[in-house]
């Protein structure tokens, strides 16, 4: 009788196991989607505002690194320009961005420059904040975009879902043309 409480008692610990492991690759899936949500939706948004002059005030460090590099391509400086993060008032070590946008057109269509600054404005980001350089960090987050999406939080914690959002093999990402929300 005593044999079965102890494997009543293991198998209570692996159920409680199971599902602490599974609590943090949720948590790890949804703070991948949350940081490339954030470059991917909310920056390239606020850039278009700041574009758009739908602005409420002209201040803020993302304001003045939008305007920077919207003034850097009109001009088309024949010399490149170097972004550093201390420039705008945050403290994120010493990473740099420098962009060269001589010999490149720069499109004098309103809609083509708001995407060709809003993606080097991710990029200038993108590389301070040392986001993975890899596509697959970012079609990950997407699919987790998607699952949360259409079913709910709660389907993360299925057992699929986390091969799917963290070990699939890149090559399966690259059939899906259409994934981003964004051209980057």
């Excluded at 919207?70 to 320009?81: A, G, L, Q």
């Excluded at 699929?160 to 981003?180: D, K, V, Y």
């Amino acid at each position: 009788m005593e044999g079965w409480v102890g494997i009543n008692a293991l198998e209570n610990s692996e159920r409680t196991t199971s599902l602490e492991i599974r609590k943090q690759r949720v948590t790890i899936m949804t703070i991948n989607y949350v940081a490339w949500y954030w470059l991917d939706v909310f920056v390239v948004d606020r850039c278009k505002t700041i574009l758009g002059d739908k602005l409420d005030s002209n201040t803020g460090w993302l304001v003045r690194l939008v305007l920077d590099v919207k003034e850097h391509h009109e001009h088309r400086h024949h010399t490149p320009r170097t972004f550093r993060p201390s420039s705008y008032g945050l403290n994120l070590g010493e990473e740099s961005y420098t962009l060269d946008v001589s010999g490149r057109r720069f499109s004098s269509d309103p809609t083509r420059q708001t995407i060709t600054i809003a993606s080097v404005v991710v990029k200038i980001l993108q590389s301070w904040l040392h986001y993975p350089t890899d596509k697959a960090s970012r079609q990950k987050a997407w699919f987790v975009h998607v699952i949360r999406t259409e079913f709910g939080r709660n389907a993360l914690y299925l057992e699929g879902t986390h091969f799917f959002a963290t070990a699939c093999p890149l090559n399966f990402w690259e059939r899906i043309p259409h994934w981003l929300p964004i051209p980057i």
